[in-house]
């Protein structure tokens, strides 16, 4: 079974929610598909046993074979490639690595080389197994990135993806193919903003969701109001507590100091499976 | 000499338009008799990559100098690359612009004048593409 964990409005409590559920279940395998900035580490201190770097294919020319005239220029819809008289330049970073430059060039002077665009760390935290992507500084296309991390799910794990925020290209990566969509808001218009959005989105891609309101006790009541009227279910509230806030503070999943917490989540897991049809 | 000056408008007229990759015309001016030609640019509005595209086409119309406001990193390697001279900073009219430029007025740039960024309408803070969701 795949969980994802999704948010639009970020800040909402994605990772505290993936974290405290991973912790909560066994057999789990939690990928951290936030490559921009990665963080459930942060709450889980993992070993991390290996890196795999993340490449992309991105041409490189031969300019002992190429004439200069321009077709892969021409091709390149991301305007990637530059062609001078009697100069070639390629911005790597704005290849979307599609090989049409190589096809095109009738010289056959275009091949392609990888590219690093980031790396894939491999951790364990007691019995739970984390991966997650890290994005190069500068590099633009997480996509690739979070389709190297869910390359490593395994499919007789119960599989937790927590994702970027929004609902852009690697937001659609990563909640794609899931069994069930969790989204966590706080109870603010942001919050109900951005939870609209991403409702469309899940509806569109056609993945069953359901609402954890985070920060429960600030703010009003529409996200309720939105959710009732929607038929979406609210599958849990976490308050606005000051000792859960507190051990955030210090980087601790607050289900591994207060038990309930913990009870909690594994019945989340039951409903949601239920919401699933798993 | 055939020299790009980037404008709002298309004539000698229009002012000169302070982004390179992104501007809406390019007048190609012949210094010596002040006849024009006016290209719209079509990079103006590419998802990425529009100053590398733009000066792609300026290198094809066979420009010499280029008058513009800013020039990122990427268009001026391009530019570079493409022998193609760099005046930045530029302000007034076209024809204000290519008259200064022929008196010896306006200074070339050895350095991009602005920094780089991904796409349109942000610059390169953190988050920008969250906000300003693809396909790019």
């Given amino acids: 079974m795949i969980i994802a964990v999704a948010s639009g409005k970020g800040g909402t409590g994605k990772t505290t929610v993936a974290v405290n559920l991973a912790l909560s279940i066994s057999n789990v395998q939690l990928l951290d598909c936030d490559v921009e900035e990665p963080n459930a580490h942060l709450l889980l201190n993992p070993k991390i046993n290996r890196k795999e770097p993340v490449y992309i294919p991105v041409p490189t020319v031969n300019e002992k074979l190429c004439n200069y005239c321009g077709k892969c220029s021409e091709f390149c819809e991301y305007n990637a490639i530059f062609v001078g008289s009697n100069k070639i330049l390629i911005f790597p970073e704005l290849c979307h690595s599609c090989g049409g430059c190589a096809l095109i060039c009738p010289k056959k002077a275009i091949s392609e080389k990888q590219h690093k665009i980031g790396t894939l760390n491999f951790g364990s935290a007691g019995n739970l197994e984390l991966i997650y992507g890290k994005l190069e500084v500068g590099e633009p296309l997480a996509v690739p990135v979070i389709k190297a991390v869910k390359k490593q799910i395994k499919n007789d794990k119960n599989v937790i993806l927590d994702s970027p925020p929004g609902t852009s290209c690697p937001v659609i990566e990563t909640v794609k193919g899931s069994d069930y969509c969790i989204l966590v808001t706080e109870p603010t218009p942001f919050g109900l903003h951005d939870l609209k959005i991403t409702v469309e989105v899940l509806e569109d891609i056609n993945i069953p969701f359901g609402v954890i309101v985070n920060r429960a006790g600030i703010g009003d009541r529409k996200v309720y109001d939105f959710c009732k009227e929607k038929e979406i279910p609210v599958l849990l509230e976490i308050p606005y507590e000051r000792v859960i806030a507190e051990l955030y503070s210090q980087g601790v999943p607050f289900s591994l100091k207060i038990p309930e917490w913990k009870e909690k989540f594994k019945m989340l897991i039951e409903t949601v499976k239920e919401y699933a049809g798993k | ?136």
Avoid at chain 2, 70 to 85: E, K, T
Avoid at chain 2, 103 to 114: C, I, K, M, N, Y
Wanted: charged share 20%; aromatic share 8%; with cysteine.
């Fill in chain 2, 1 to 136: 000499m055939r020299i790009c000056v980037t404008a709002s408008g298309n004539s000698l007229d229009a002012p000169v338009e302070p982004r390179f990759g992104r501007c809406p015309y390019f007048i190609f001016v012949d210094s010596e008799t002040m006849a024009f030609e006016a290209v719209p640019n079509m990079a103006m509005n590419a998802m990425g990559g529009a100053g590398i595209q733009a000066a792609q086409l300026i290198a094809s119309k066979g420009a010499k100098v280029l008058i513009t406001g800013n020039v990122g990193p990427n268009a001026f390697q391009a530019l570079v690359a493409a022998g193609i001279r760099i005046i930045t900073g530029a302000y007034g009219t076209v024809r204000e612009v290519v008259e200064k430029f022929k008196r010896g007025e306006l200074r070339e740039t050895g350095s991009p004048t602005v920094g780089g960024h991904y796409g349109r309408g942000a610059g390169m803070g953190r988050g920008w593409r969250r906000r300003y969701p693809p396909p790019y």
